[in-house]
């Protein structure tokens, strides 16, 4: 089969280099990919957005499928544009139409699509211009902390969560009144905080049958012990210990089943992934968000944890087969480290070449690149905030930890900045 992958980050590499073990690749592209992409299939200088591009590459290069990284090409209505073009339509999409992927695309419809089909989320009210001084009430008579959302999509930083009423009013302000958040803040989803441990599941339907792929749990601030700022995505382990059979099934019964059943009774077209985001308090699930496509950094290790043929599963998914599906999960413990550029996730310099790539010899680690790129004399270079991840297996999460980190101290770019408490919490005092 000939693959176009569209993407560029950590989570399209490990896409790629887990299309490139299949049996039943041909040719794979990557639109536009980076200097890992380049190692596994052939870079293509193209935007994810550019849908009249992607037809063009996908009459050029015979591409038999599709399949979608990021939310952007997504939320803008890629699986369509495919859907209502003669030249297309019969090329599958691995991904959701663009009115499923406002599950992501609007925080507002997810809470409604979760409250129509009683699924556990946070109480929450929504807010815009033409209500603000209602608003502007319920702020200061809600319980701290408070959870402000921008409606859209914001690059993963339109969430706040103001510890008091003046900070809160302060960033409602900016958002409705001064589109600190530009379009995607145009209407604000204000939330009960919710105390609790966090997890990402992962789901893959066709429509109608679903597979529930390996949970796992990412590190979003910058700093050691879940301090500083928000970035997006310091690390993350696989399998998450608290999540364990009893706690899955209340997942599986209470969220993803009525989430599939309930997009089917909206004729809502989705044949892709659908990331829940989830929040345990006191063993009892709640959804946080939807995302309409894989996470990044938790990719980097639920795809190595998978041992299926993975353009099998997603022949499955676009054949509507997934029943057939016999998923295989390695039993080991997997956990991804992230490398950014010095300043991340405020400013930082890019164009640094990276050392020790190399001398890579090591079994059962993965490198996998995200913001990288390759200039005229084929040296790798950094190109973004996030550059790359480490993701090695272990018997247990702390093990795998210590081989990522190892692996680190090896790899070397100006600036580098790496957390070294991945997985902290399931770590015995002897380790820490």
Same mark, same amino acid.
């Given at each position: 089969?000939?693959?176009?992958?569209?993407?560029?980050?950590?989570?399209?590499?490990?896409?790629?280099?887990?299309?490139?073990?299949?049996?039943?690749?041909?040719?794979?592209?990557?639109?536009?990919?980076?200097?890992?992409?380049?190692?596994?299939?052939?870079?293509?200088?193209? *935007?994810?957005?550019?849908?009249?591009?992607?037809?063009?590459?996908?009459?050029e290069h015979k591409i038999e499928m599709v399949i979608v990284g990021p939310e952007e090409p997504l939320v803008k209505g890629i699986y369509d544009f495919f859907a209502a073009d003669e030249s297309l339509k019969k090329i599958p999409v691995?991904?959701?139409?663009?009115?499923?992927?406002? *599950?992501?695309?609007?925080?507002?419809?997810?809470?409604?699509?979760?409250?129509?089909?009683?699924?556990?989320?946070?109480?929450?009210?929504?807010?815009?211009?033409?209500?603000?001084?209602?608003?502007?009430?319920?702020?200061?008579?809600?319980?701290?902390?408070?959870? *402000?959302? &921008?409606?859209?999509?914001?690059?993963?930083?339109?969430?706040?969560?103001?510890?008091?009423?003046?900070?809160?009013?302060?960033?409602?302000?900016?958002?409705?009144?001064?589109?600190?958040?530009?379009? &995607?803040?145009?209407?604000?989803?204000?939330?009960?905080?919710?105390?609790?441990?966090?997890?990402?599941?992962?789901?893959?339907?066709?429509?109608?049958?679903? *597979?529930?792929?390996?949970?796992?749990?990412?590190?979003?601030?910058?700093?050691?012990?879940?301090?500083?700022?928000?970035?997006?995505?310091?690390?993350?382990?696989?399998?998450?210990?608290? &999540?364990?059979?009893?706690?899955?099934?209340?997942?599986?019964?209470?969220?993803?089943?009525?989430?599939?059943?309930?997009?089917?009774?909206?004729?809502?077209?989705?044949?892709?992934?659908?990331?829940?985001?989830?929040?345990?308090?006191?063993?009892?699930?709640?959804?946080?968000?939807?995302?309409?496509?894989?996470?990044?950094?938790?990719?980097?290790?639920?795809?190595?944890?998978?041992?299926?043929?993975?353009?099998?599963?997603?022949? &499955?998914?676009?054949?509507?087969?997934?029943?057939?599906?016999?998923?295989?999960?390695?039993?080991?413990?997997?956990?991804?480290?992230?490398?950014?550029?010095?300043?991340?996730?405020?400013?930082?310099?890019?164009?640094?070449?990276?050392?020790?790539?190399?001398?890579?010899?090591?079994?059962?680690?993965?490198?996998?690149?995200?913001?990288?790129?390759?200039?005229?004399?084929?040296?790798?270079?950094?190109?973004?905030?996030?550059?790359?991840?480490?993701?090695?297996?272990?018997?247990?999460?702390?093990?795998?930890?210590?081989?990522?980190?190892?692996?680190?101290?090896?790899?070397?770019?100006?600036?580098?900045?790496?957390?070294?408490?991945?997985?902290?919490?399931?770590?015995?005092?002897?380790?820490?």
């Open positions: 089969m000939n693959i176009l992958l569209l993407g560029s980050g950590g989570r399209e590499h490990a896409l790629a280099w887990k299309i490139a073990l299949s049996s039943h690749l041909s040719a794979l592209f990557i639109a536009p990919g980076n200097a890992g992409t380049a190692m596994c299939g052939t870079n293509l200088a193209i *935007l994810p957005t550019d849908f009249e591009a992607v037809k063009k590459a996908c009459i691995i991904g959701p139409s663009g009115k499923a992927a406002m *599950l992501e695309g609007s925080k507002a419809f997810a809470k409604g699509f979760m409250n129509r089909h009683n699924i556990p989320t946070a109480d929450y009210q929504e807010f815009n211009m033409d209500n603000y001084t209602e608003g502007v009430k319920y702020l200061t008579e809600h319980s701290l902390p408070i959870v *402000l959302k &921008a409606d859209g999509l914001a690059a993963g930083k339109g969430v706040i969560i103001a510890q008091n009423h003046v900070e809160a009013m302060a960033e409602f302000e900016l958002m409705l009144q001064q589109s600190k958040f530009g379009d &995607a803040g145009k209407k604000v989803v204000v939330e009960e905080f919710l105390k609790g441990m966090e997890l990402s599941v992962f789901v893959l339907t066709d429509g109608k049958d679903y *597979l529930i792929l390996p949970e796992a749990k990412d590190y979003k601030r910058i700093g050691i012990g879940d301090t500083g700022l928000n970035t997006g995505g310091m690390g993350a382990v696989s399998p998450v210990p608290f &999540a364990d059979e009893v706690f899955m099934q209340k997942v599986k019964e209470r969220i993803i089943e009525p989430t599939v059943n309930g997009l089917q009774k909206e004729e809502l077209d989705y044949r892709g992934f659908i990331f829940i985001g989830l929040i345990s308090v006191e063993n009892e699930p709640f959804v946080i968000e939807y995302n309409c496509r894989l996470g990044d950094p938790e990719t980097e290790v639920v795809l190595p944890r998978i041992e299926n043929d993975i353009l099998e599963i997603f022949t &499955a998914v676009a054949q509507q087969k997934l029943k057939d599906i016999q998923l295989k999960i390695d039993s080991r413990a997997a956990a991804t480290v992230v490398a950014v550029s010095g300043g991340y996730p405020g400013n930082y310099e890019t164009g640094f070449e990276i050392d020790g790539l190399d001398i890579l010899n090591e079994d059962d680690v993965i490198v996998f690149h995200a913001g990288t790129s390759l200039d005229d004399e084929n040296r790798i270079l950094t190109k973004g905030g996030r550059v790359l991840t480490v993701t090695a297996y272990g018997t247990g999460i702390p093990e795998a930890v210590k081989r990522a980190l190892k692996i680190l101290e090896f790899i070397g770019f100006e600036g580098m900045y790496y957390r070294k408490d991945i997985g902290y919490e399931f770590k015995s005092k002897e380790e820490i």
